[in-house]
């Protein structure tokens, strides 16, 4: 079975960085799949603009994980961004919060996205 290839990106705003909540209640980071054709910079802006109305330059990959979800095989693999503002809304996310890194540990994760926190924090630490 082949992976579907998801993107996500990790943005920080004064030492706090911002998950989503699903409406199934787990959290993870803004992003989404990378449809053909596109790279997956290319992806995590168009992403990031629908879901959160911001522009993003993406910069260097954080780590990547492999997870189910929804019955499908997903490779996760996650940016650091710098949003050109403060996202308030999202189209994909019943809520949005901005939580200090060790908070990270605390919250109930998607499968796929707790590996990346671990990365993250391993390399904030």
């Known amino acids: 079975m082949s992976f579907l290839r998801v993107v996500c990106g990790i ?9 989503g909540q ?23 802006e168009r992403e990031l603009r629908e879901e959160l109305g ?27 961004c710098v949003a050109d503002g403060i996202p308030l809304k999202s189209t994909a996310h019943r809520e949005l919060r901005w939580v200090r890194p060790e908070e990270l540990r605390l919250l109930p994760l998607m499968p796929a996205d707790a590996p990346i926190v671990r990365a993250w924090l391993a390399r904030t630490v």
């Open 11 to 19: 943005l920080v705003h004064e030492g706090k960085i911002l998950v």
């Open 54 to 80: 911001i522009a993003v330059r993406v910069g260097e990959c954080v780590g990547e994980s492999e997870g189910e979800y929804a019955g499908r095989k997903i490779r996760l693999v996650a940016y650091r």
């Open 22 to 44: 699903r409406s199934e209640g787990l959290w993870e980071f803004p992003g989404g799949k990378v449809e053909p054709g596109e790279t997956d910079a290319q992806s995590l």
